[in-house]
């Protein structure tokens, strides 16, 4: 059985998060294994997610549980080895280097198509919905497309370029309802195969490709939720690829997750077993690496809504694991339940955002008004 002090040492951090051990109120932590206590004062943030898989503990509402720690800045005072090694490999390489960004999409991207068309709704769209005037996911993640192409004043004839395509709903929805053409780039073979199938008939090419690998001129170059997988040696590269891209004239847009201080890597835990070799970029980040190459036009943060967005992933995914393959066993599922419980907690608490940034290579004549 674990020694009193580390029970008593972790009870006393859970009551500044107003947190009870084996409490009544949802967000109560429920503790299914004594060691549980030493284990998560030893290695912070990856024991506390794999010791979720593992069974150790269970809370009613999860992402309510997290979320009581984030707000109380838990999370900055236990630390485990794990997040020490990320830091210093960081500092050292570039995890993001050409080989190693293959690496989630074989990874997490290739996962099975039945289990994000289960959880994403009608259109399989990866990244936050724009709920401003929609009451349902669907409707969210149409309002979130048409947003981007009209931020981008996309016009019939124009040829536009999607970094990191996913399932290629977006250059869908572009060229049917904008009559543009594009080109969509991905490094997940599913992704590619599903958008190929999907875009089949439309003015489309998807092309199995790294975006720095990407040739060719495009009217309009967006990305949406992609960025987070570059990493911060790489934003400079990535700037300067899309200026490449651009004429004078044109416009880029950039959906991304963002972060309130500037890092060199992610949660050891996300980094293990959901996006490997990500980071969040932070808005000096963005502004440092795009310095000189483009004028920013407009920031748009909605990043309330993708709470909203997850917890609707998160109703239809549990509807769904019973018709799903059997893969997605229990440690699966705790899993995944872990990583929508723990995105809803960082989003809620306003530790990470969600940006459009809209910019122009020599800025829009007279300036530009970004629709809402």
């Known amino acids: 059985m674990a020694p009193d002090r580390f029970r008593h040492r972790l009870e006393a951090l859970l009551g500044e998060a107003d947190v009870r051990v084996d409490g009544e109120r949802p967000w109560d932590l429920q503790v299914h294994d004594p060691q549980l206590f030493s284990r998560l004062l030893g290695e912070g943030s990856l024991g506390l997610g794999e010791s979720y898989m593992d069974g150790w503990w269970d809370a009613v509402s999860v992402d309510g549980f997290l979320y009581k720690l984030l707000q109380a800045r838990l999370d900055q005072r236990v630390h485990g080895f794990g997040e020490i090694r990320d830091a210093l490999f960081a500092r050292l390489f570039n995890p993001q280097t050409r080989r190693r960004s293959r690496e989630v999409g074989e990874r997490h991207y290739d996962l099975g198509n039945d289990l994000y068309a289960a959880m994403l709704g009608r259109r399989l769209v990866y990244s936050c919905g724009y709920w401003r005037n929609a009451d349902n996911l669907d409707d969210a993640q149409e309002a979130k497309l048409d947003l981007v192409c009209r931020k981008l004043r996309l016009q019939p004839g124009m040829r536009v370029l999607d970094i990191g395509c996913g399932w290629g709903e977006a250059l869908k929805f572009a060229a049917e309802r904008y009559g543009v053409s594009g080109v969509g780039v991905t490094i997940s073979k599913e992704q590619a195969e599903y958008a190929r199938e999907l875009c089949a008939g439309?003015?489309?090419?998807?092309?199995?490709?790294?975006?720095?690998?990407?040739?060719?001129?495009?009217?309009?170059?967006?990305?949406?939720?992609?960025?987070?997988?570059?990493?911060?040696?790489?934003?400079?590269?990535?700037f300067q690829t899309v200026r490449r891209l651009l004429p004078h004239d044109g416009l880029s847009l950039l959906h991304t997750i963002g972060t309130n201080v500037s890092a060199t890597h992610t949660d050891p835990w996300i980094a293990k077993y959901i996006f490997p070799n990500s980071m969040l970029p932070s808005a000096q980040q963005i502004a440092r690496a795009s310095e000189g190459l483009f004028v920013i036009e407009d920031w748009h943060n909605f990043g309330a809504d993708y709470d909203t967005t997850l917890q609707a992933w998160y109703r239809n995914i549990e509807a769904a694991w019973d018709r799903l393959d059997a893969r997605y066993d229990e440690r699966f599922r705790r899993m995944w339940r872990f990583y929508l419980s723990a995105s809803m907690a960082t989003f809620r608490s306003r530790r990470s955002q969600l940006w459009q940034i809209v910019m122009s290579p020599e800025g829009v004549p007279g300036g530009y008004v970004a629709p809402r």
């Not at 720095?212 to 790489?234: L, P, Q």
């Open 202 to 238: 439309l003015p489309v090419e998807i092309r199995l490709q790294d975006y720095r690998d990407i040739d060719g001129r495009f009217d309009a170059v967006y990305s949406i939720g992609m960025f987070e997988h570059v990493g911060v040696k790489n934003y400079e590269d990535y």
